[in-house]
């Protein structure tokens, strides 16, 4: 395997994943009872923005570089985006470092309460040393090493009967990485029907992630929405055109207000300015009111 998410860490794929990751979190802790969270794809934990990964591709300076400077000091932005500031900014000051990214088990290490338990699992034995580390003494998520899939099925359902799974693939090999996830997704909601579960997916060309959505909808029997933000016409040869999460079993309003945060979002991203083919959207895969 080759991919390595330094490259990519604080890029506007990992930002509009951790402000909807922040958002679930805060709306399924609307409740006492302890949750899960499961993150199958966990990756280092922690990433140097000043070092040469991040600097050589530039993509955290556009992402969350140039949102949380547009963030700075307002207040009539929307909560969810504020919360992500809050969030990244209390990290930062936390652990001292004050220019690295946290990822996203750092992030849920942080809003868990005392009830709620994480398991972080990494198949790459060096991003597994490294997420180890980055979460030293936290004692409510768990670092595992291996198979995210394979441990998933182990892990539900939970004995609380709440919980939220984030599937957060490379993509290397885009299709086969779409199957698993889908059969993750399937596998995950035969345990436990109610299960918020996350998959985080590239927009490429839109044809192609339309027609896998199309295939989850015909499948699905729980409430499920698309969510996505794009910085190129979802049909350009850019590359990462766009970042979409699937979520199945959105608590109440997340798709409405997830609406109007990523519509305030992809403006304030740099190099995305009007007539760059920026936008954003949230559709219902399966009918129901939100
Ligand atoms: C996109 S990164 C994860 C980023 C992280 N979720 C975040 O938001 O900060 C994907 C990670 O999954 C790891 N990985 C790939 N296949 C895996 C598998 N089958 N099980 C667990 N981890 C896997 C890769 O090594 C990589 O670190």
Redesign the pocket.
Known sequence: ?K?R?AYH?GNFA?LH??VALIALLRLLQQKDKGLLFV??????GRYALGGGEARMTGEALAGAGAVLTALQGRTDVEPELADYAAVIAGWRRASGARHDYP??PLIAAQLLRPQDRGVA????PA?FEALRKALGREARVTAEHG???ARLRALLPPATRRGLV?I???YENSRADFRAATAAMRAALERFETCVIAIWYPVKDARDTDRWLQELARELARPACAAELWVHPPDSRAGLNGSGLVVVNPPWHFAQRCEIWQAALWPMLARVGAGSGGGSRVVSLTGERR
Do not use: C, V
């Open positions: 395997m991919y998410h860490a990992d994943k951790h993150d199958t794809h966990a990756g280092r990822g996203s699992i990494e198949s790459q991003e198979d995210g899939y984030l957060d693939p490379p």
